[in-house]
């Protein structure tokens, strides 16, 4: 949550959440029906809940299939799952009666895994959606309706030595107040067992993790869990204009911060060694830089988060750097390889006899006063979230501070939850990732046909996708179709003309910004010509060579430092998209088949440059990309149907298609398999090569 308001020069860190409940759109819903519309509500606001977090339920009135009697069952939100976007299949169903009598396996606090695997013997009518770990918070009280979700400012509280004063001052007896428990039976039997003491309360704050509270119906749980909110974010706001946050600015937030994060990411991501590459995401809000900023920095960094939503999300503590030595590789290396280390003696002195093998020790979240954070993680949604759960971090940490102390999650009770057997399976049952997940693409010419499908082809296999071209509608037009298809994650547009270096160096900074660096680039940006030599104009010929040759020298020359990188990660790859006309002498096109041929022969030079440092670098040579293409829109359909004496329509189509050995249309989606086959690591061992996608044609034979 960014900084919402500014008063009197003092930033409010909490945003007021208020009532979205809208009566007519509730009215005639069944009970399931309107604890998802309560869910909805709730998740989707970032002042309630953080993406995935929270839980809700409701005990409805069912029919037993079996028996055709009527029973209480237990909807609750499964596991899994974010209750801002869910349906109805997203709600574990489970038997109240068998819910309650599980307490009879129940000990003590050492049985808490062992319960959880009595929940699916618990499942009504044969629901596939797994019940949740804080199934036992809802379904041990007595209550229908049920809220449990962690906002910052509830954290705040819940995350600062002042935080049960507060409660008692805000709320009294209403809300009480529990110690640190982590989430499972036993936590459950916590607040069934200070429910049942304290009839007249309505919820209870959960030290380090959030709060749950109860009402009669759906309507009324809503508008209490929001006016709790509010009223802690009230609160909060008015402590925190007594002075500045976190002890006031040490270091400004500098102007040049995002060019230093397009240096830095891809530096940082090639030292972040590990079984998959990682995509990287930058953020220089406001609460960020205000916190990196701050004279309370250095005490608050090595603390880590409190609340788990966070913890699981962001690891034990982020990684600080230095500002000063930002250009210093041997300083970024050793920090890395540190961070590694400290990782790896936490896990030895945590670990317990039965902990899964340590996970990837690389940080997740990288910090740098008066520039930003950074986070890192196998893909880009993932790092994406993982800054955005920190940055609640942040504002936890504010709120708590201004009431009391910071109390961060003990380290052993991180360990515990990190590395906790039911996470474990749940990590295990997660698909395998895509073939491209976690790399990182520049298309020059994306909004173009083959830029556009090898972008797609990419995009569809995980990959990480900047599109680059000239035309700004239409390279926006092409990114907003793969933002419906591929998600907002996956893809970035960004305004270049190849010919003009300052913006193609522009493009990879964004490139690196967006994404934290660079394995494949894709040079296809392109133009076409057709006239005999005594019409082609000087002009006519430069112009060739400044998008044709030229434009792919650009492309490859400041592609190629982040692509070194990577080098001791399996290497990179480059990708030229040439012509047929590049291997063949073509009548009437003499300016167009050089530049191709040109371009063809700098990918062949850099295949020996590159080889050292891993790049590789490969050509694929179409012919006659007719269909989808803004080349073969213009003027150069009409000079070559000129060229042979021949309609500019369906004739020139049947032309190239005939003219073929295989007699078959060169599509823009072939030469993107081809594109897609030079960037993945089925061609690993390939470089210096020239693969024909043309359907045939003897004239373009290279051997």
Known sequence: MNIQTTLAGQAIPFAIPASRWDESEARGKTEAELLLYRSNLLGSDL????????????????????????????????????IGSMGLDGFATLYEDKLLALEDHYAG????????????????????????????????????????????????????????????????????????KRPGFTLGVMIRDF??????????????????????????????????????AEYLNAKLLAGPAFGGVKVKAREDRRAIASRLMPRLRSLMTGARRK?????????????????????LVSLGTSCPDHFLRTKIAPLALDPARLDDDTYLAQRIADYRGLYSAY???????????????????VLVPGVGRMTFAADKATARIAGEFYLNAINVMR??????????????????????????????????????????????GGAGGIGAATAARFLRDGACVMLADRDADAVEEVKQGFVQQFGKDLVRAVVCDVTDEAQVKAAFDACAREFGGLDVLVANAGIASSAPIEQTTVELWDRNFDVLAQGYFLAAKHAWPLLKRMKDQGGTSVVFI???????????????????????????????EGAPDGIRVNIVNPDAVIKGSRIWDGDWRRERAGTHGID????????????????????????????????????????????????????????
């Open 279 to 299: 995509v990287g995401h930058f953020s220089d809000d406001d609460a960020t830089l205000e916190f990196v900023g701050s004279a309370d920095f250095d005490k």
């Open 399 to 444: 709120g708590a501070e201004a009431i009391g102390d910071y109390i961060a999650l003990d380290e052993q009770e991180a360990f515990d939850i990190e590395y906790w057997l039911l996470e474990e399976a749940k990590l295990q049952r997660m698909p395998a990732p895509k073939p491209m997940v976690g790399r990182i693409a520049l298309v020059t």
């Open 648 to 703: 500019a329509g369906a004739e020139l189509e049947a032309h190239y298609r005939n003219r073929s050995m295989l007699k078959r249309d060169v599509l823009p989606e072939d030469i993107a398999e081809g594109a897609f086959f030079f960037a993945s690591d089925v061609s690993a061992k390939s470089t210096g090569n020239m693969l024909n996608i043309d359907a045939g044609n003897a004239q373009a034979f290279t051997r």
């Open 109 to 180: 606090e050492q049985d808490d895994d062992k319960m959880v695997g009595f929940l699916p013997h618990c499942t009504f009518n044969l629901n596939s959606r797994a019940a949740s770990i804080d199934t036992p918070l809802h379904s041990l009280l007595p209550y229908k309706h049920i809220d449990h979700v962690h906002p910052d400012a509830i954290i705040a509280l819940a995350a600062s030595s002042g935080g049960q004063a507060v409660t008692q001052e805000l709320w009294g007896d209403t809300i009480g107040w529990l110690p640190w």
């Open 347 to 365: 896990y030895d002195r945590c670990r317990r006899g039965n902990s899964p093998a340590m996970r990837d020790a690389n940080p997740v979240v």
């Open 47 to 82: 002042t309630v809940t953080n993406f995935g977090g929270g839980n809700t339920s409701a005990k409805v009135v069912g029919t037993d299939p079996l028996t055709g009697k009527d029973v209480e069952v237990l909807w609750v939100k499964g596991s899994g799952g974010d």
């Open 195 to 232: 429910a049942k003491s304290n009839p007249n309360a309505k919820g209870a704050m959960l030290a380090g993790h959030g709060i749950i509270c109860w009402a009669d119906t759906a309507h009324e749980c809503y508008e209490q869990t929001v006016r709790l909110i509010a009223e802690a």
């Open 578 to 608: 040439g012509s047929k006309n590049a291997v063949a002498a073509a009548a009437g096109a003499s300016a167009y088949a050089s530049a191709k041929a040109a371009a063809n022969h700098l990918a062949r030079c850099l295949a020996l």
